[in-house]
T-cell receptor, first 116, second 113 residues
Framework: NAGVTQTPKFQVLKTGQSMTLQCAQD?????MSWYRQDPGMGLRLIHY???????DQGEVPNGYNVSRSTTEDFPLRLLSAAPSQTSVYFC???????????????FGPGTRLLVL | KQEVTQIPAALSVPEGENLVLNCSFT??????LQWFRQDPGKGLTSLLL?????REQTSGRLNASLDKSSGRSTLYIAASQPGDSATYLC????????????FGAGTQVVVTP
């Protein structure tokens, strides 16, 4: 298994440009999520999904869109990039297990985004 | 709103010493608590997950305890090695939407030879 993969690894954008960060997992996990990590602030949840066709907002959703058409993929779209979106973005996935509820979360390697 | 705090922000110990990392949270109504390790420029690796009904979990040299009533978790790493140098993050799983994690800012650990 490749686990959780993210592309690209690094991206530079100009203010106002749009782009999509890709995330895929091959573990058949129901749950997927996007976090951003900024210095000294830990990780903050942007959007999450509990299954194909179901998404919801996290703590910092403004400026980002998501969709989940398949179990494997959960892309994050930046609609109009701003310097405040300069960050490291992590995708994660998890399964519910037979007893219900989320289990161990698996993280991708991250995408470093710089918005000029 | 759940707040997760990790103190200290940074820690340096000589090789062989035991490491004690602290995590506190404000709302005791949690689903679970996870400890992660993050190496510079890398993603997060899950170390231990403690369900809310458990008091501790162990894996090799690592032991994590959970005290929901006091809103605390402690990660112990026995006989530290230079390879243990990394940032350690704790994250609390919420009960109202399974899978959502609230992270602390992390403790950066350096183990000197």
């Amino acid at each position: 298994n490749a686990g959780v993969t993210q592309t690209p690894k690094f991206q530079v954008l100009k203010t106002g440009q749009s782009m999509t960060l890709q995330c895929a997992q091959d573990m058949n996990h129901e749950y997927m999520s996007w976090y951003r990590q900024d210095p000294g602030m830990g990780l903050r949840l942007i959007h999450y999904s509990v299954g194909a066709g179901i998404t919801d907002q996290g703590e910092v959703p403004n400026g980002y869109n998501v969709s989940r058409s398949t179990t494997e993929d959960f892309p994050l779209r930046l609609l109009s990039a701003a310097p405040s979106q300069t960050s490291v973005y992590f995708c994660a996935s998890s399964y519910s297990g037979t007893s219900g509820g989320a289990k161990t979360q698996y993280f991708g390697p991250g995408t470093r985004l710089l918005v000029l | 709103k759940q707040e997760v705090t990790q103190i200290p922000a940074a820690l340096s110990v000589p090789e062989g010493e035991n490491l004690v990392l602290n995590c506190s949270f404000t709302d005791s109504a949690i689903y679970n608590l996870q400890w992660f390790r993050q190496d510079p420029g890398k993603g997060l690796t899950s170390l231990l997950l403690i369900q809310s009904s458990q008091r501790e979990q162990t894996s090799g040299r690592l032991n994590a305890s959970l005290d929901k009533s006091s809103g605390r978790s402690t990660l112990y790493i026995a006989a530290s090695q230079p390879g243990d140098s990394a940032t350690y993050l704790c994250a609390v799983g919420e009960t109202d939407s399974w899978g959502k994690l609230q992270f602390g800012a992390g403790t950066q650990v350096v183990v000197t030879p």
